[in-house]
């Protein structure tokens, strides 16, 4: 669904560029369409040009909509006179390849967290509170305590679970840090070379718009340098742009600064025209879309399951050291 309120609001944008005031009702109008928090993301990319702001601006008021690479794909298009060209583009990228789609925070791993505090604070209470009476009761009565009370009690016994404490605090930080939009446009394509795959094919497709309609490759490529956020991407663009300032070709400058292989590089040589090789690139960044979303989908389909799993696990030895403790009662009481 975010997704698709996206590419609503590029076309919005599109339909209405050079007309900030216009697209500003056109999109209040498209808010109430949506509920609750869509609505909200909508009404501030909304407000963003209602104050005169650009459209690079615009969606990175929507940070939760577009990610960052939305907005420097526009600012180079209003740097470079493509302005229209661009927002279109990445509504079409929305469209056909989920445009970052597979880095959307996944909510699930809230949940996870919340049960495994929730799993914490009651396994601390019920052996600091609970268990030294039970096992006062089990002496009392001349019991033998069940085995999976025992397992607990050695568990709680050990302190383990005051030492894990820390830990899970840890975890859920750092969990909830990787849903942060800074974590998802600053710090995963630094990482994981699926998101840094990614984000490279955001950067071919934004670049072929303005080689699309001609214009200088130095000035594409200088002006892009200038508006990317990531340095490394920024370092290899400025390595690109002098290559091209030495009489380099577009193709050969962006396969020495890493950014295209060889087999993309040759694919770009075979272009014919400009356009033609701004088709290229495009092709080329939908293809790695593709793959790193495949790839980070296999590993979100392979984590969730095991961590659900292994929570799901941790509750049941509790609740069995629980069950087993009261059906000694019930026995004795019988």
């Avoid at 498209?30 to 009404?43: G, K, Q, T, V």
Wanted: glycine fraction near 6%; hydrophobic fraction near 50%.
């Amino acid at each position: 669904m975010r997704r698709v309120v996206a590419w609503e609001v590029l076309m919005t944008m599109h339909d209405y560029a050079g007309h900030p005031r216009m697209a500003a009702e056109a999109l209040q109008a498209l808010a109430y369409d949506h509920s609750s928090w869509l609505a909200d993301e909508i009404r501030a990319v909304a407000a963003s040009l209602h104050r005169g702001e650009s459209a690079a601006d615009a969606v990175a008021a929507s940070p939760t909509l577009f990610d960052a690479s939305v907005s420097t794909a526009l600012r180079l298009g209003l740097k470079t006179g493509c302005l229209k060209e661009s927002i279109h583009m990445q509504a079409d990228a929305l469209e056909l390849d989920g445009g970052g789609e597979a880095f959307a925070r996944p909510r699930w791993r809230l949940y996870l967290m919340l049960c495994i505090a929730m799993f914490v604070f009651y396994v601390t209470f019920f052996g600091t509170f609970i268990v030294p009476t039970l096992k006062e009761m089990f002496v009392e009565f001349q019991m033998q305590t069940p085995p999976a009370f025992d397992s607990f009690v050695a568990l709680t016994s050990s302190g383990l679970v005051a030492g894990l404490l820390p830990l899970v605090v840890v975890v859920i930080a750092v969990s909830l840090a990787t849903m942060t939009v800074t974590f998802r446009d600053q710090v995963l394509p630094r990482i994981h070379p699926a998101a840094h795959n990614a984000w490279a094919a955001a950067l071919l497709r934004t670049l072929s718009a303005p080689i699309g309609l001609g214009r200088p490759a130095s000035v594409a490529v200088g002006e892009l340098a200038g508006v990317e956020i990531l340095s490394p991407f920024r370092k290899r663009l400025r390595n690109a742009e002098i290559a091209i300032s030495r009489g380099e070709t577009l193709v050969d400058s962006l396969r020495e600064a890493g950014l295209v292989n060889d087999r993309e590089s040759s694919a770009l040589a075979a272009s014919t025209d400009v356009e033609s090789m701004a088709w290229t690139m495009r092709e080329i960044a939908s293809g790695r879309t593709w793959r790193s979303q495949r790839w980070l989908a296999r590993g979100s389909g392979l984590i969730r399951p095991l961590s659900i799993f292994a929570v799901a696990a941790l509750v049941g030895w509790f609740a069995l050291a629980v069950f087993q403790t009261l059906y000694s009662f019930v026995l004795l009481c019988a």
